[in-house]
Nanobody
Framework: QVQLVESGGGLVQPGGSLRLSCAAS????????MAWYRQAPGLQRDFVAL???????NYADSVKGRFTIARDNAKNTVYLQMNSLKPEDTAVYYC??????????????WGQGTQVTVSS
């Protein structure tokens, strides 16, 4: 069994910063790509950022230059540093990991989400 647990969400004023973390645990052999998505009320879940095993990154246009994704392979953890936050960044943020288990199964695991609210 694999678990992804996000943390670091909260309430922040416009222009502020937050750092999200997502730690993967369980019967993990290899983690390939790790990514962040977000879902605002009434809307679909959208891609935010991705990082692969070679630390190559990709970002949604809406967050380029403001958000930075990073990973610590020794800790099976992915981070999302969010700067210059805007009210439209308000959403539940989810992490996912494309991984292979010790039983050699490959699938994408999702975390439970963490709320980020940007408001004055």
């Amino acid at each position: 069994q694999v678990q992804l647990v996000e943390s670091g969400g909260g309430l922040v004023q416009p222009g502020g910063s937050l750092r999200l973390s997502c730690a993967a645990s369980g019967s993990i052999s290899t983690i390939y790509t790790m990514a962040w998505y977000r879902q605002a009320p009434g809307l679909q879940r959208d891609f935010v950022a991705l990082i692969n095993t070679g630390v190559s990154t990709n970002y949604a246009d809406s967050v380029k230059g403001r958000f930075t994704i990073a990973r610590d392979n020794a800790k099976n953890t992915v981070y999302l540093q969010m700067n210059s936050l805007k009210p439209e960044d308000t959403a539940v943020y989810y992490c996912n990991a494309d991984l292979r288990t010790t039983a050699w199964a490959r699938y994408t695991a999702w975390g439970q989400g963490t709320q980020v609210t940007v408001s004055s």
